[in-house]
């Protein structure tokens, strides 16, 4: 593969972090048999803590790669296999001790933050987004301007040596083969020594149930000690766990209440900007006072750790009533729909934009099904002071559910929540999504190419009203959608009454 093809000459100024310039060193004197050519020459330049242009790395791989008679794209491969438990020592911090490889490749990008773009803002590292359908597969998108996807392979192969798991990967898409992103599925093969895992998914914002039955405790864990207390509550039981921290059920001493406490992961905590984006999550949500809005009753720290304190809802989301029930009756998706405008509509009226618009994050509350949106996790508000979840072209939330302009890197508004809630209202009308395909590269083209299927044409009983407004909110073009959210809340009021 040329060298050119890898991007460092992109219009947009790229910079790497010293640190991988002092492990190109030791990878240098490692494979290059004492020769230690131009790759050791002047590196006495480059400092572990500061930031340098892509093109001084990408000349030093390359020689080394020239004096070794290796191609370029293997001796990247075999860098990113020597790099990355070295990577593992100096992000140990960072590290969940439950962890394993897809669960640590899994929180990458996540480390990458905590480690580099925080106190480097000018660095940028290679972004990673992953979705996790099954306990031993994980699919992986690797969307930098660097193209240096070889390195990402070795990252992830050293990563399974230092847990010593195997790993099989395939690469369905890739940007040298005139793909927009690369993207991996990447399965652990089956191995003796491997140990049960938790639960994978992070907690969202929700904790179901009140009653014994419902709010079932979770198997603890060697870090899962329960605390008497936190912020005053009484601890009960634990409820939730995940990657980024846990969920305990609490009892209110003083208003006799049952509530839900989210508390950050303690090795999460320990990153000034993960704890800010938690504490960000609880207060966005707690501004909006609205019943169609989960609750937020407060926001605190204990010891270091910092939690939230929720309302404890009973009931299961729009995707498990879906998954239980099939099919909706008109009525009820209408229903459904102005209830989740409303709540969308107070949202706005904050300045707040939740981003991951979804059935999982629409909670359907005992005993009537009254429309709850969970989980701001993925939020932004106006005055975030420029700290936001995606970076250099990474691509965040559900992607079934994402408006064309989170894929494409546009600006993200109100009008990208009216996308998630056309997508979740054609759905339910049409019990299939309008964006589909074989694999998360060929979904999230199908978005970008902005085509669905007319939803008049594909479920025909639909009214015709109905349909021409799911439609409106699934343009391609944010300015064909709808005005707000408060209009399409009217407009699904209005629908109501007459159908």
Request: proline share 7%.
């Given at each position: 593969?040329?060298?050119?093809?890898?991007?460092?000459?992109?219009?947009?100024?790229?910079?790497?972090?010293?640190?991988?310039?002092?492990?190109?060193?030791?990878?240098?004197?490692?494979?290059?048999?004492?020769?230690?050519?131009?790759?050791?020459?002047?590196?006495?330049?480059?400092?572990?803590?500061?930031?340098?242009?892509?093109?001084?790395?990408?000349?030093?791989?390359?020689?080394?790669?020239?004096?070794?008679?290796?191609?370029?794209?293997?001796?990247?491969?075999?860098?990113?296999?020597?790099?990355?438990?070295?990577?593992?020592?100096?992000?140990?911090?960072?590290?969940?001790?439950?962890?394993?490889?897809?669960?640590?490749?899994?929180?990458?990008?996540?480390?990458?933050?905590?480690?580099?773009?925080?106190?480097?803002?000018?660095?940028?590292?290679?972004?990673?987004?992953?979705?996790?359908?099954?306990?031993?597969?994980?699919?992986?998108?690797?969307?930098?301007?660097?193209?240096?996807?070889?390195?990402?392979?070795?990252?992830?192969?050293?990563?399974?040596?230092?847990?010593?798991?195997?790993?099989?990967i395939d690469e369905p898409s890739c940007m040298h083969r005139g793909d927009p992103f690369?993207?991996?599925?990447?399965?652990?093969?089956?191995?003796?020594?491997?140990?049960?895992?938790?639960?994978?998914?992070?907690?969202?914002?929700?904790?179901?149930?009140?009653?014994?039955?419902?709010?079932?405790?979770?198997?603890?864990?060697?870090?899962?000690?329960?605390?008497?207390?936190?912020?005053?509550?009484?601890?009960?039981?634990?409820?939730?766990?995940?990657?980024?921290?846990?969920?305990?059920?609490?009892?209110?001493?003083?208003?006799?209440?049952?509530?839900?406490i989210k508390v950050l992961h303690p090795s999460k905590a320990r990153d000034?900007?993960?704890?800010?984006?938690?504490?960000?999550?609880?207060?966005?949500?707690?501004?909006?006072?609205?019943?169609?809005?989960?609750?937020?009753?407060?926001?605190?720290?204990?010891?270091?750790?910092?939690?939230?304190?929720?309302?404890?809802?009973?009931?299961?989301?729009?995707?498990?009533?879906?998954?239980?029930?099939?099919?909706?009756?008109?009525?009820?998706?209408?229903?459904?729909?102005?209830?989740?405008?409303?709540?969308?509509?107070?949202?706005?009226?904050?300045?707040?934009?939740?981003?991951?618009?979804?059935?999982?994050?629409?909670?359907?509350?005992?005993?009537?099904?009254?429309?709850?949106?969970?989980?701001?996790?993925?939020?932004?508000?106006?005055?975030?002071?420029?700290?936001?979840?995606?970076?250099?072209?990474?691509?965040?939330?559900?992607?079934?559910?994402?408006?064309?302009?989170?894929?494409?890197?546009?600006?993200?508004?109100?009008?990208?929540?009216?996308?998630?809630?056309?997508?979740?209202?054609?759905?339910?009308?049409?019990?299939?999504?309008?964006?589909?395909?074989?694999?998360?590269?060929?979904?999230?083209?199908?978005?970008?190419?902005?085509?669905?299927?007319?939803?008049?044409?594909?479920?025909?009983?639909?009214?015709?009203?109905?349909?021409?407004?799911?439609?409106?909110?699934?343009?391609?073009?944010?300015?064909?959608?709808?005005?707000?959210?408060?209009?399409?809340?009217?407009?699904?009021?209005?629908?109501?009454?007459?159908?």
């Amino acid at each position: 593969m040329p060298r050119g093809a890898y991007r460092f000459d992109s219009l947009r100024p790229a910079a790497v972090h010293g640190l991988i310039f002092f492990y190109i060193q030791k990878f240098a004197e490692t494979v290059a048999r004492g020769a230690r050519p131009s790759v050791a020459t002047g590196a006495t330049r480059y400092l572990p803590s500061g930031v340098y242009p892509d093109a001084a790395a990408v000349e030093l791989l390359q020689a080394l790669a020239e004096s070794t008679g290796r191609s370029l794209p293997d001796t990247l491969e075999q860098f990113g296999h020597f790099l990355a438990p070295h990577l593992l020592k100096v992000a140990g911090r960072h590290v969940d001790p439950g962890w394993q490889t897809l669960d640590l490749i899994e929180h990458t990008e996540a480390i990458i933050h905590a480690m580099i773009r925080t106190a480097n803002p000018g660095a940028l590292p290679p972004v990673l987004e992953t979705v996790r359908p099954a306990l031993d597969e994980l699919h992986l998108i690797y969307g930098s301007q660097r193209q240096l996807c070889p390195l990402a392979r070795g990252l992830m192969r050293g990563i399974a040596a230092h847990y010593h798991e195997e790993l099989e990967i395939d690469e369905p898409s890739c940007m040298h083969r005139g793909d927009p992103f690369c993207s991996f599925v990447i399965r652990r093969l089956a191995h003796e020594t491997h140990a049960t895992h938790a639960a994978l998914a992070d907690t969202t914002d929700v904790v179901r149930g009140a009653e014994p039955a419902i709010a079932t405790p979770v198997a603890p864990t060697a870090d899962d000690s329960l605390p008497p207390t936190i912020g005053g509550y009484t601890i009960v039981q634990l409820i939730g766990r995940g990657g980024m921290g846990r969920v305990y059920l609490a009892r209110d001493e003083q208003l006799r209440r049952d509530v839900a406490i989210k508390v950050l992961h303690p090795s999460k905590a320990r990153d000034p900007a993960a704890t800010r984006r938690f504490l960000r999550e609880g207060r966005a949500a707690a501004a909006v006072d609205h019943p169609h809005v989960m609750t937020i009753h407060q926001v605190g720290d204990e010891q270091g750790l910092p939690y939230i304190v929720m309302q404890l809802l009973v009931g299961r989301t729009l995707k498990e009533a879906r998954q239980a029930e099939g099919p909706l009756p008109l009525p009820e998706v209408l229903r459904i729909g102005r209830e989740i405008a409303e709540g969308l509509a107070a949202a706005h009226r904050q300045g707040l934009v939740h981003r991951d618009i979804k059935p999982d994050n629409v909670f359907l509350q005992e005993p009537h099904g009254q429309v709850r949106i969970i989980d701001f996790g993925l939020a932004r508000t106006g005055s975030d002071d420029g700290l936001d979840v995606t970076v250099d072209g990474s691509i965040v939330g559900t992607p079934a559910y994402m408006s064309p302009e989170r894929i494409e890197g546009g600006t993200l508004d109100a009008k990208s929540d009216l996308f998630g809630l056309g997508v979740i209202l054609y759905e339910l009308l049409a019990n299939r999504l309008p964006f589909e395909g074989t694999s998360l590269v060929s979904m999230l083209a199908a978005i970008a190419r902005g085509m669905p299927a007319d939803l008049g044409t594909v479920a025909p009983d639909v009214p015709e009203p109905v349909a021409r407004l799911v439609m409106r909110l699934i343009a391609h073009d944010k300015a064909a959608r709808p005005a707000d959210a408060a209009t399409v809340a009217a407009d699904l009021a209005a629908l109501q009454r007459t159908l």
